[in-house]
């Protein structure tokens, strides 16, 4: 995953703004990592999620803070909502394709097809892709599906992430697929090899052979100066050099895009049972081709929060918490200072007292609700 995403204080920063201009308060609670915002008669516990890495399993995304924890995905106002649409990538293509929002042709006939990757129906952070291939054949062992997997259409063109909260997107990247140039002496593996050094995460030999076979080269072909070959199609690859700016271009986006995620985000969130539906936060993955158009590829429960995603996020939460008027909050979330009228007659009667003292003991009852 990227820097900037991961980077504990960005989320504090993005955080603290929020709060600020909501006039509410948070704290981080220990051992857990529990994230309580209180704020306008409101109280939310949000649920912190913690990435695992290493050479053997890759990537993982848990709840709970421990010793393997390397890693910070961010808070989410809930703990685990899973529906199949976002889990099983097979159910996705079902929905988006009654619904009309353009995806890769798949299918699992074991006959000859070619441009395809092999993927797996349910897995996270591209586990267990193979490909691309030009031609398969049920009799090549490499290219013949396993339990599970399905061929799926290959489409070159630029990674894009989008995060959505309540259906509408809220945060988008779009990068380019991880790349060498060539210098005109070394090889495909030699311009490759300085990108592997210190990566947790492992890239398949077999991928970048097949990516760099895909476009005509070999492992050992040695690039013309200057000549881009493509050696890894995933989004976030190891081989992408990491970055600590934010990369969100949601603003800038140009009408088509940002027509066609708002489109998306709206038939995607009907995917969602109704119950566990309103305020969730929800990742799609697509390439964007040479006409820009994004080719969707699954969503994701449960992602990995991108700062961004705070504002709209706490927006919703707090959307209906001023509901109260102001003269009738507890004295402590009252925009002015004033004295309620029946507090400040009591305080006539007896000068010394307090105006909690004053209050009545469904007021006092009240004065802890935040």
Request: glycine share 6%; hydrophobic share 35%.
């Amino acid at each position: 995953m990227a820097h900037f995403q991961t980077a504990f204080f960005n989320h504090l920063k993005k955080i603290n703004n929020c709060l600020r201009n909501r006039r509410a308060t948070a704290n981080i609670s220990l051992p857990g990592g529990v994230l309580q915002i209180q704020g306008q008669n409101r109280v939310y516990d949000l649920q912190p999620q913690f990435i695992v890495s290493d050479a053997e399993t890759g990537i993982l995304m848990r709840f709970q803070l421990d010793q393997t924890s390397n890693g910070f995905a961010g808070w989410l106002p809930y703990c685990n909502k899973r529906w199949l649409e976002a889990y099983s990538k097979n159910a996705f293509k079902e929905f988006v394709k009654r619904n009309g929002i353009r995806t890769p042709d798949h299918h699992i006939t074991p006959t000859s097809c070619g441009d395809v990757v092999i993927k797996k129906d349910r897995s996270s952070f591209a586990v267990g892709m193979r490909g691309p291939f030009r031609e398969t054949s049920p009799d090549v062992s490499q290219t013949c599906l396993s339990e599970g997997e399905y061929y799926e259409k290959f489409v070159f063109g630029r990674n894009l992430k989008a995060w959505f909260w309540n259906g509408s997107p809220v945060c988008v990247e779009i990068e380019e697929m991880a790349h060498v140039l060539g210098d005109g002496q070394r090889t495909v593996m030699e311009l490759i090899a300085p990108k592997l050094e210190g990566i947790v995460r492992p890239v398949p030999n077999d991928l970048i052979k097949c990516m760099a076979e895909y476009q005509g080269k070999h492992l050992d072909s040695v690039l013309k100066e200057g000549e881009k070959l493509y050696v890894d199609y995933r989004y976030a690859s190891p081989l992408c050099k990491g970055y600590r700016e934010n990369r969100n271009i949601l603003q800038k986006l140009n009408a088509s895009l940002r027509q066609q995620l708002d489109v998306a985000g709206r038939t995607f969130e009907q995917s969602i049972p109704a119950e566990i539906r309103p305020n969730t936060v929800f990742t799609a993955d697509g390439i964007v081709d040479e006409q820009d158009r994004i080719w969707f590829l699954e969503i994701n429960c449960n992602p990995g929060l991108h700062p961004d995603v705070y504002p709209a996020m706490l927006e919703s939460l707090f959307a209906d918490a001023d509901m109260i008027p102001d003269s009738c909050k507890p004295l402590h979330l009252q925009k002015s200072s004033h004295v309620p009228e029946a507090v400040a007659v009591a305080l006539q009667n007896n000068p010394t007292a307090k105006p909690e003292q004053s209050l009545s003991a469904q007021a006092l009852s009240q004065k802890q609700v935040r």
